[in-house]
């Protein structure tokens, strides 16, 4: 997997420049789509997806929550859910969360 471009200070992005930012192809991103009501790209008229920067840092969150962390699509989903209620985003909220969110799934293990 190549290592992630730095993202240009632009509006819009091609699908292939998003998969030269993350470093994940281009069926993922059409996939988590379909899976992250978080990601909507706009479509031009010719039917090509034009991604804001808003997407691709949502898309580089699931790809931490799925690759680092090891969620699985619907524990990232309902983490992504849980963040976007929460309105505050510091720093330090977002890694007691994130902290939380595993004492959580821990516990859910436990319980079964």
């Known amino acids: 997997m190549p290592a992630k471009a730095p993202m240009p200070d632009k509006l819009y992005f ?3 420049e998003v998969t030269e930012i993350t470093g994940l192809a281009a069926y993922v991103l ?3 789509e379909s899976e992250f009501p978080a990601i909507r790209p ?3 008229e010719s039917g090509q997806r034009l991604y804001r920067k808003s997407d691709i840092e949502t898309i580089l969150k699931i790809k931490y929550l799925l690759y680092e ?3 699985t699509i619907q ?3 309902k983490h992504l859910k849980s963040k976007d209620s929460c309105h505050g985003t510091e ?3 977002s890694f007691l969360d994130e902290i939380a969110a595993e004492l959580e799934s821990i516990r859910e293990l436990l319980d079964k």
């Open 42 to 44: 706009k479509r031009t």
């Open 75 to 77: 524990g990232a989903r």
């Open 91 to 93: 720093p330090a909220n």
């Open 30 to 32: 059409r996939f988590w």
């Open 14 to 16: 091609r699908i292939k």
């Open 69 to 71: 962390k090891k969620f």
